[in-house]
């Protein structure tokens, strides 16, 4: 029997029931291995009081200590964290905190390996975790743990040491691989680990009918995703002011909503663009299967989800080629890696819906995406650290 410990400090709760829903999918495809057993600890970060009274922050108070969720018993330890001034100390606190809390629970569930979800701070706390129980981990990179966090002054020397003193990586493509060994890691101890999407999820469906629904004649773009400056919605909208024809829908939210909001205004573009905001991960199947492309003009990425999950509904994409891009994005049929400009984005679109390729064409591009070949590998990934 493997015994594993899943360390994730972004990992779904009553509150964000969305919030790294990857990872939890990821975790319960590891649990369904033969002989494999998981428990998770999703730390919770909050500043001491009165600043944990602030309501960014409150409704965190309440979530349980421990709960079940979707088949996977989930701990969520507190830790203490000083906003915006004590980033740096992130890891070491949350470490300091959980130590006494997993000597308690591996009195119970003695596990062989700690199984860390991302490089900031998950990373370096298990290193400090492990070295203290005298146990094995692994950390996965997932983008911007790497591309973000990796050039921190304070923050990127630990990611590397934390790289550095685990028994084994992970890597969500082969150009996040190249990145991990350009900032320090050890390439040698890396392995590519893809993500998983649920097929029967995400499939084509009548996208004239799905249109329908929408109340959308003509061509319709979707984009996915944090309305964020790297996510450069803005070179989305830019390009529908080329497509005159064509709707663009945005699901997400973020601090870029009201400057997007904008440049629609600017642009005469108000009956062409809609905002959907934050949206349950379980109404993007019905969106994403809708839309003749998937446009992405995203700065840096690992491997997007989103990606793998347009391809899977048939909808081929348009997106940057940056990081595991062409992993995903690996025959034309899938879509267009393009430069990031409005006007290399609207031609690659023209082109699509010009000679739009036949939905399960599209999602053959997905096929080796599955979530039970992500649990396999991942397995046989922590069983080998352990042996």
Sequence with gaps: MLRVLTLATLFPSGLKPDLGVFVERQTRALAAQRDVAVEVVAPVGLPWWP???????????????????????????????????????????????????????????????????FFWPDGPAAMHLAAALGVPFSVKARGGDIQVWGARPGIADQIVAAGRAAAGLLAVS????????????????????????????????????????????????????????????????????????????????????????????RLGLEGRVRFLGGRPHGELPGLVAAADVMVLPTAFEGLANVWVEALACGTPVVTSDVGGAREAIDRPEAGRLVPREAAAIAAAVRELLANPPAQDEVRKAAARFSWERNGAELADHLSALVR
């Design 174 to 265: 082969a150009a996040l691989k190249r990145d991990m060994a350009a900032l320090g890691l050890p390439e040698e101890k890396i392995r590519v680990h893809h993500t998983g999407i649920d097929l029967d999820l995400f499939r084509p469906v009548d996208r004239a009918a799905a249109k329908a629904a929408l109340g959308v004649a003509g061509p319709l773009l979707v984009t996915v995703g944090a309305l964020i400056p790297r996510k450069s919605q803005n070179l989305a909208i830019e390009a529908l002011a080329r497509l005159p024809e064509a709707t663009l829908i945005l699901a997400g939210d973020g601090p870029d909503r009201r400057a997007l909001e904008g440049l629609v205004g």
């Design 51 to 117: 600043l944990s009274l602030h309501p960014h922050y409150a409704p965190l108070r309440t979530l349980p200590l421990s709960e079940t969720r979707n088949g996977l018993l989930v701990h969520r330890p507190r830790f203490p964290v000083w906003p915006l001034v004590g980033q740096a100390r992130a890891a070491r606190n949350m470490a300091d905190a959980l130590l006494p809390v997993l000597r308690e629970l591996r009195a119970r569930f003695p596990f062989d390996v700690i199984d860390a979800e």
